[in-house]
């Protein structure tokens, strides 16, 4: 990657904030190695499933969402 991707690279996350490291690597033209390898180095990283853990941790314990017949 070039001397001038750090900026470049900070955009695109800001952009696709969910984006695939293999779907940066594609918009950059390189190995998704080297995207991986820039991330680390800028000390750049995202948990992509934060938002469905919160959202399993807002339904309430003990109560099913099944529909039971009887």
């Known amino acids: 990657m070039s ?16 984006a695939y490291q293999k779907e940066r690597a594609e918009r950059f033209g ?3 190695k080297a ?3 820039a991330l ?4 750049l990283t995202y948990k992509k ?3 469905s853990s919160e959202s399993r941790r807002k339904r ?3 109560i099913s ?3 039971t017949t009887v």
Request: charged fraction near 30%; aromatic fraction near 8%.
């Open 60 to 62: 309430p314990a003990g």
């Open 3 to 18: 001397l001038g991707y750090k900026s470049e690279l900070i955009k695109d996350v800001e952009q696709y904030p969910d």
């Open 30 to 32: 390189v190995c998704q």
């Open 40 to 43: 680390k180095k800028l000390g």
């Open 65 to 67: 969402t099944k529909k």
């Open 35 to 37: 995207i991986w390898q």
């Open 49 to 51: 499933n934060s938002t």
